[in-house]
């Protein structure tokens, strides 16, 4: 008998226990909602898929590139013979980048479980580091379905690091080939499309396939899902501002920095150069879902995040960090991109959505690289 008295007592106390869930579940506030359960390709991006090559070099690999030690800048002729230097006389890391997908393998990192919660289209060679881009995107635990062409090689960034500074040098190649009617219309592809309900493409591709961009915006926008663009850089604002503003329309959220925002505000005659009135003009720019108002997100660097919505503009201080952590600010903008993504594609609220947006950043600059430590920090 008195072996059936721990099992009573268990017995027991499971029902307090259930009990008193069933009571915090009634006293949980109305307004608190689960995270929506995710499941793969929930999250879509497209873009310029590009190895990250990084190595630490000396001062006379920038001097005989022409390079200067911070500098972001696009390969011509004469930087070709770097790329294969890098990699025949330095230790090289290799790391699967480019402004889109990075956002997506950040996403995915916060996200952690399931795999494949992000899709990534965009287009690679049929080479040595389009092999290594695959592998490097399968150990990201992205789901990369990238068009394959045998005309150009898979693009490349060089990271030439010296001291503090890292000189980048980004070799387009084939990211510069992705076809809409060779890829993105492919039956089995399109599917992949229409599972996602969050999208996200940075304004480099503008650049590349307007067409493909537009397809999947409209996608969107008719079935009510979110569209999520990135002005990306001052001269997407300024020279391919007609590609941006037959995408504006369809866009729900757009992100920027604030010398993207200040460029973008020029182009469009806004006559302010506040970083608030700008997110609220741009929030205020026609719209084809009016079931959704769009959300403006401008970064400044270390100084508040500016979001706006409704008419209201909301601040968030960023997460502070000690100058002597700082290590690289580069993959900054994509990773604030990723968290805030990680977080939307389950629904979370907005301010969740900024608060992991500034942990994501804030764990990438204390790296060399987009590169992230196994498992995030984060609640």
């Not at 990084?54 to 200067?68: E, G, N, T």
Request: charged share 30%.
């Amino acid at each position: 008998m008195a072996s059936e008295e721990p099992k009573a007592k268990k017995l027991k106390l499971s029902e307090e226990k259930k009990e008193k869930e069933e009571e915090e579940k009634k006293t949980e506030s109305p307004t608190k909602k689960a995270p929506a359960k995710l499941s793969p390709n929930s999250l879509f991006g497209m873009g310029n898929p590009l190895l990250d090559i990084i190595a630490v070099v000396d001062k006379d690999i920038l001097d005989k590139y022409s390079l200067k030690p911070n500098d972001q800048i696009l390969a011509e002729d004469k930087h070709k013979a770097l790329f294969e230097e890098l990699v025949k006389k330095f230790k090289v890391e290799y790391h699967a980048g480019g402004a889109t997908q990075n956002s997506i393998k950040i996403a995915q990192w916060m996200i952690q479980e399931p795999h494949n919660v992000g899709t990534f289209f965009g287009c690679i060679g049929k080479d040595k580091f389009g092999e290594i881009l695959k592998q490097k995107a399968e150990e990201a635990h992205i789901d990369a379905n990238y068009y394959e062409q045998d005309e150009e090689p898979t693009g490349s960034c060089a990271a030439c690091i010296t001291g503090d500074n890292r000189s980048l040098v980004a070799n387009l190649a084939a990211a510069n080939c992705y076809k809409k009617d060779k890829h993105l219309d492919l039956e089995e592809n399109w599917k992949l499309v229409e599972k996602a309900k969050v999208y996200y493409i940075a304004g480099f591709f503008l650049t590349v396939s307007l067409e493909s961009i537009l397809k999947v915006a409209k996608h969107a926008s008719e079935n009510n899902k979110l569209f999520c663009m990135n002005l990306s850089a001052p001269f997407i604002c300024q020279f391919f501002k007609d590609n941006l503003m037959q995408v504006m329309p369809y866009v729900d959220v757009l992100f920027g920095n604030e010398t993207e925002a200040a460029a973008f505000a020029k182009e469009q005659d806004f006559k302010t150069k506040d970083v608030k009135e700008i997110a609220k003009k741009a929030q205020a720019l026609p719209k084809v879902n009016k079931k959704r108002q769009r959300i403006v997100v401008l970064t400044q660097g270390k100084d508040d995040t500016v979001m706006a919505l409704n008419d209201k503009v909301e601040t968030f201080p960023v997460m502070k960090i000690d100058p002597k952590d700082l290590v690289d600010t580069n993959g900054a903008g994509d990773a604030f991109v990723g968290g805030f993504l990680s977080e939307l594609v389950q629904e979370k609220s907005l301010d969740m959505c900024v608060k992991a947006a500034h942990y994501s950043a804030n764990v990438i600059i204390r790296r060399v690289g987009c590169t992230f430590p196994e498992k995030p920090d984060f609640n």
